[in-house]
């Protein structure tokens, strides 16, 4: 037997196993050795990983008929766990703006809940695309993250890829779990600021106070990696809109991240931005800010852009989307506040 060590760098999306090998095994494909030491993970699974480039032998990539030797060290790359859930197809509206054979990329509109959990087994993303996507055997299988590779929040808006074949699930998955996806982000923080760009750097880790909270930390020892670079696009007089280049993906990041450097996203009710936080608080500014907060009911964070390379071609993708009607208005009420200031 070799010895197991799992390492779980995102778990919510990804599992990451690692296997010394022992000094007495025999020579045994590598797709049948793997398939004889991981619970719920199927041979078919396995072998898709091996021609995505996910399982390496002593640093190296290996095809499914590798024969494994004494001492080897294998790790391999899992899209998602796998768990067994009764999930609905529901004929639930998405916004698609692209399809192909092997992936389709959503605009979800804020308010949609990515995939199911915590209560959530219905009217999500997933349950819509098993709908959409009904006649595919990934989404066939009732597993609970078919084809996702990453998500937004459930009040976040925005750019999403799904994968519609394991083959692509898995280069989709090698590509953001090595981070050569480009994404950003706008969002209207409170706040102005004294520059036109900056880079948050600070570990996330769920909240020791609140666990629906994530939290920045400054020793090095506690979370995850987590770097957020943004740029000022728009000076607003109390709050400013700001575009977020993600150099990491953590849950809940750039709106973490912006709460630590004072400037939460606005109308954030987790992150203290649903408060008048520049600004008077009485008067007809508080009259505004109140409608503010009902144009843009929800956090005001949009995933505008998303730039990957196509699995199957290897060529550049790159898909924008406009901002939401909702936040376009809030930034325009905004606009014209300033212009009617004395």
Not at 174 to 185: C, E, I, N
Not at 262 to 283: A, C, M, Q, W
Request: proline content about 5%.
């Amino acid at each position: 037997m070799g010895v197991h060590e799992e390492i779980n760098e995102q778990s919510e999306l990804y599992e990451h196993h690692h296997f010394k090998v022992d000094k007495k095994q025999s020579l045994l494909r590598i797709d049948k050795f793997l398939d004889n030491r991981l619970e719920n993970v199927s041979r078919n699974k396995i072998q898709n990983a091996a021609r995505a480039g996910n399982i390496l032998v002593n640093g190296a990539a290996v095809k499914p008929n590798y024969k494994v030797k004494p001492l080897d060290e294998i790790s391999i790359l899992l899209p998602y766990p796998h768990r067994e859930v009764e999930l609905i197809p529901e004929n639930i509206p998405v916004n698609i703006i692209y399809e192909d054979d092997s992936l389709i990329v959503v605009n979800k509109e804020a308010g949609m809940v990515v995939h199911p959990g915590h209560g959530n087994y219905t009217g999500t993303l997933v349950n819509a695309l098993m709908w959409h996507l009904k006649d595919l055997p990934l989404f066939q299988k009732g597993e609970i993250r078919p084809g996702l590779v990453h998500r937004i929040d459930k009040d976040t808006s925005g750019i999403l890829v799904i994968a519609k074949t394991e083959l692509a699930l898995n280069k989709l998955a090698k590509q953001f779990y090595d981070r050569t996806t480009s994404r950003t982000y706008q969002a209207v923080v409170w706040g102005t600021f004294g520059h036109t760009e900056g880079t948050i750097s600070g570990n996330i880790a769920r909240s020791t106070k609140d666990r629906l909270k994530m939290q920045v930390f400054t020793d090095p020892e506690t979370g995850k990696t987590a770097v957020t670079h943004y740029t000022v696009l728009k000076n607003l007089g109390h709050v400013s809109l700001v575009e977020c280049r993600l150099e990491t993906g953590r849950t809940h990041q750039i709106r973490v991240h912006m709460e630590f450097i004072k400037h939460p996203v606005f109308n954030d009710e987790r992150y203290g931005g649903n408060k008048i936080l520049r600004g008077t608080t009485s008067g007809k500014y508080k009259q505004f800010i109140e409608n503010c907060f009902e144009i843009m009911p929800t956090h005001a964070l949009h995933a505008k852009s998303l730039v990957f390379k196509h699995p199957e071609t290897g060529k550049d993708m790159f898909f924008d989307s406009d901002l939401p009607p909702n936040m376009q208005k809030l930034i325009e009420k905004w606009e014209n506040y300033i212009r009617s200031r004395p």
